[in-house]
């Protein structure tokens, strides 16, 4: 299988319009649109794709996250954030034009997330991360775009990847999570596909 996007190559920066911050004072907010994405090559008996976006390296303590006057070391444990879970996508399905799931900021997050006729849509990670903020806090579905921590040593990398399964359904509930996810796939992987962004948020004093 192979997977491509028209708005990064692989390995490559993400465009500030696809994240969800962007440098600003030190942090603004980003345009927050679903990237395009496009897959072929799926082999003989596939049946649905299921898609996710994950950051492998956010910082699994948050002592030094988005402070001033501090850095988050580059040897501190890295952890995920999930970005983006869709399942049960139809098989005939394979592209996502750029802003056809996600355009724009929700407060709160979606609640009935874009997605092909048919699809189901998790939890995003953003749920955890504003949790007791009054203005921003609930559950976040669908896509949410990247926003490292501005003062981070390391570049995030983003692993988008699509996953070819020979069921043509997953029992899983609007704002599952990956965990839940992973348990539903075991078993039902034919073939996936990958494709990774970077993305750093750099204060204007470092650039």
Request: proline share 9%.
């Amino acid at each position: 299988m192979q997977l491509r996007s028209d708005n990064f190559a692989d390995g490559q920066p993400i465009p500030a319009a696809n994240a969800f911050g962007k440098p600003g004072a030190p942090v603004a907010l980003s345009d927050n649109r679903s990237p395009h994405l496009a897959w072929r090559d799926a082999p003989e008996g596939t049946r649905s794709f299921v898609l996710t976006c994950i950051d492998v390296d956010v910082p699994s303590r948050g002592d030094d996250v988005n402070k001033e006057g501090r850095v988050v070391p580059a040897d501190l444990p890295r952890v995920e954030f999930v970005h983006w879970l869709m399942a049960n996508i139809p098989a005939e399905c394979g592209e996502f034009d750029e802003g056809a799931c996600c355009d724009g900021i929700t407060p709160r997050g979606k609640r009935d997330p874009l997605g092909p006729p048919g699809s189901v849509q998790g939890l995003n990670d953003y749920t955890g991360w504003f949790a007791g903020d009054a203005g921003m806090g609930g559950d976040y579905l669908g896509y949410d775009g990247p926003c490292p921590p501005w003062n981070d040593s390391l570049v995030h990398h983003y692993h988008f990847r699509i996953h070819a399964l020979d069921a043509a359904k997953l029992e899983l509930s609007r704002g599952f999570t990956l965990a839940e996810l992973r348990t539903a796939m075991r078993g039902h992987v034919l073939a996936e596909a990958e494709l990774v962004g970077t993305y750093a948020i750099r204060p204007a004093s470092a650039t």
